[in-house]
Nanobody, 130 residues
């Protein structure tokens, strides 16, 4: 059974950093593009960034300009794990963060079309206090 499990969230103060992990089991993560989504309280779940399976190309969504330079995705294929380093956190970054796996490439509509994805994690909560 293919699974993704996120961890690393928590309650932090504005300006602090976290590293979120997304561990895959039942499939080989390096063969998939991985996206991180964020769902703020009472809001729609939207893609923040997506990296293709090669790890060479990362896309940010139109709605996530504020995270450029602060959020970085990386992979450790030996651990079958993808990370999201989130720095200089702001209260507006608060939400549940989900990772999701799709094909080799992120594809059109990757930030909004949840049907594009084969596997989802259960999410990890990030709360940023001001």
């Amino acid at each position: 059974q293919s699974r993704l499990v996120e961890s690393g969230g928590g309650l932090v103060q504005s300006g602090e950093s976290l590293r979120l992990s997304c561990v895959a089991s039942g499939f080989t993560l390096e063969r998939y593009a991985i996206a991180w989504f964020r769902q703020a309280p009472g809001k729609q779940r939207l893609g923040v960034l997506c990296q293709d399976s090669s790890g060479r190309n990362t896309m940010y969504s139109d709605s996530s300009d504020s995270v450029k330079g602060r959020f970085t995705i990386s992979r450790d294929n030996a651990k079958n794990t993808v990370y999201l380093q989130v720095n200089s956190l702001k209260p507006e970054d608060t939400g549940t963060y989900f990772c999701a796996a799709t094909g080799l490439f992120c594809g059109g509509g990757w930030a909004v079309n949840r049907n594009n994805y084969d596997v989802w994690g259960q999410g990890t909560q990030v709360t940023v206090s001001s």
